[in-house]
């Protein structure tokens, strides 16, 4: 019996012997080739060299598993409804992570995955024998998968191409590419209520990358349905095939009865929450995405309200537009905005509707009659609108929002009335008319946004901080 014992020990010793040679040379010849970072133009990517392996609680270099990448990575799992812990649960380029903890009589795919984005390698699996010792370190906190930093609490991961929809709201990110460096990028992420047919928030990340295409604007307008949502529950606000011929022929707004009826002239504006210019480019997929309705919101025109001014304010202090010379701001100047850093300023946009009283018919034309068509339905109109911002105070860390204690980090919110006046005075006076902490966003929306963020950061703001 001790021959038999003594044997498979050897056996397993000289595999882990082989294994642990093959991860070695396979790093190597990694580095060699690709190095730790991807360059400019290379695919990310990140993979897992080492084989499917039994989990060993007495010998726990037994559980390391070695990564080959050329980017940020992150742990990933199924199934993920099983407390597994992973030490780390991220890294960068060449690494590893150790399983340290699994349920016992269980088997899992352990993968990992590029945290930009890209292409990454299959999964391997790990199997833990059934046992009656209890498992050591009782744990029943799982391991968050690293969530980007400007969605909210509510956001809902979708598994696929299309929106996951959760009760009346439907969750996306869209993806693209920056129009230089060609690198995979998030464009914008949302919830969309798909009863009221108008958007509750568009997060999105701001950072040199997306101005590779300067402000470029596709032309004409691409307005077009959002491919990852059924079109029956989005606004229609853009032109079905042979639907007039020109840019304001056809059925692609809302009414204006509701405006009539409160004795305002004008119309709906077709407002952007991630701005048109915050990902230029003409022609360029990451502008076109822009255009879907999930990330439109009503905005009332110039003839009904000043709320085209005040936005283009709180627009012109996060990411600097043409608007700039209008303004009394030190944030921009044209050529630099302070705030689009190289931490990354994240950036949450959307509407609070206090009532569903203000209602108007999509799929219509102010300028002809008949006003409305046979895909009219009835849209609920914002009674304000908000935006909100974070970012790290000296905006070169280079660490994540998760990692940043609270005296490292800056937020601010402004929150907008559907139908604001301006005073006549500064740009910056605007603005503090209407400058909020996100604290007061947050109570008024029911939802907590920047989650990983520490409440002290979000209960207040300073006005010079953010150059105003």
């Not at 568009?202 to 059924?230: M, S």
Request: with cysteine; glycine share 8%.
């Amino acid at each position: 019996m001790k021959r038999l014992i003594g044997d498979a020990g050897k056996r397993r010793s000289s595999l882990l012997l082989c294994r642990r040679g093959l991860i070695m040379g396979l790093m190597a010849l990694c580095a060699l080739s690709c190095g730790d970072d991807a360059e400019d133009g290379e695919e990310p990517f990140a993979q897992i060299v080492t084989p499917s392996f039994v989990f060993d609680e007495t010998d726990p270099a037994a559980n390391t598993v070695q990564v080959v990448s050329n980017t940020a990575w992150q742990v990933t799992y199924t199934p993920s409804d099983v407390f597994v812990k992973a030490e780390p649960f991220a890294g960068s380029g060449v690494g590893s992570f150790r399983i340290v903890r699994m349920p016992q009589g269980i088997s899992i795919q352990v993968n990992v995955r590029p945290v930009a984005g890209g292409t990454t390698g299959g999964p391997i699996t790990v199997t833990r024998a059934a046992g009656e010792n209890p498992d050591p370190d009782p744990d029943p906190t799982p391991v968050p998968a690293y969530r980007f930093p400007e969605l909210p609490s509510n956001w809902t991961e979708p598994t696929g191409s299309k929106a996951t929809i959760k009760g009346d709201y439907a969750f996306f990110t869209h993806w693209s590419q920056s129009v230089e460096s060609k690198k995979r990028v998030r464009n914008y992420s949302y919830c969309y209520d798909t009863r009221r047919h108008n958007p509750v928030w568009v997060a999105y990340p701001l950072h040199p990358v997306y101005r590779e295409g300067g402000t470029g604007r596709t032309d004409p307008d691409p307005w077009a349905p959002d491919p990852a949502l059924d079109e029956k529950y989005q606004s229609k606000i853009y032109k079905s095939a042979n639907e007039g011929g020109g840019s304001y022929e056809g059925f692609q707004f809302w009414g204006t009865a509701l405006l009539e009826s409160m004795g305002k002239e004008g119309y709906w504006s077709k407002g952007h929450l991630c701005m048109s210019s915050e990902r230029g480019g003409k022609n360029a997929p990451i502008n076109i995405q822009t255009f879907y309705p999930t990330n439109i919101a009503p905005q009332s025109s110039a003839a009904a309200s000043d709320f085209a001014t005040v936005w283009s304010y709180v627009e012109t202090l996060f990411s600097g537009t043409n608007d700039y010379k209008n303004t009394d701001f030190t944030a921009d100047d044209g050529s630099q905005n302070i705030n689009i850093v190289a931490d990354t300023l994240f950036l949450v946009a959307g509407c609070y509707y206090e009532h569903d009283d203000w209602a108007d018919y999509d799929a219509s034309n102010y300028n002809k009659k008949p006003t409305t068509s046979s895909l009219s339905k009835m849209c609920i109109m914002p009674t304000h609108q908000f935006k909100m911002a974070l970012r790290t105070k000296k905006g070169n860390t280079g660490k994540r929002i998760a990692d940043c204690t609270a005296d490292e980090l800056q937020a601010i919110g402004f929150w907008i009335e559907a139908f604001p006046t301006v005073s006549g005075t500064s740009a910056t006076a605007e603005l503090n008319r209407r400058v909020v902490p996100v604290s007061f966003i947050e109570e008024k929306m029911g939802i907590e946004f920047f989650p990983d963020v520490p409440a002290s950061v979000k209960a207040s703001y300073n006005s010079a901080d953010w150059g105003f």
